[in-house]
């Protein structure tokens, strides 16, 4: 996971080339993680306020690597980045861009670049 995280951040503004699925869902993961760890110490020190706004901050600070890495993981299954916005089609469409995130890596070299490692 901290190979994955590091890969993310060091790739942050790298919207072409591939990752993998399991640096996709690390990266989600310790995201998660990280919003739940904020979140429980400001709770328990009655921060509520503070744990907002760390968690915004800390959002907004990785939005952009955040879709990099999206894209990236759309281009490992040989879809174009521009299938992201599908997400703003009423009701359907993050089921599609989650399906697609749950898709198997191309097991060879595609149109945008080689097998990420």
Known sequence: MIEAYKKFLRNYTNFSGRSTRSDYW???LANFLIGFVIGFICGLTGQVQLAKTITTVYELAIIVPAIALVIR???DINKSGWYYFMFLIPIVGWIIVL???CT????ENNNYGPIAE
């Open 26 to 28: 690390w990266v989600v």
């Open 73 to 75: 993981r759309l281009h």
């Open 99 to 101: 399906v697609y995130l």
């Open 104 to 107: 198997p890596s191309v097991n």
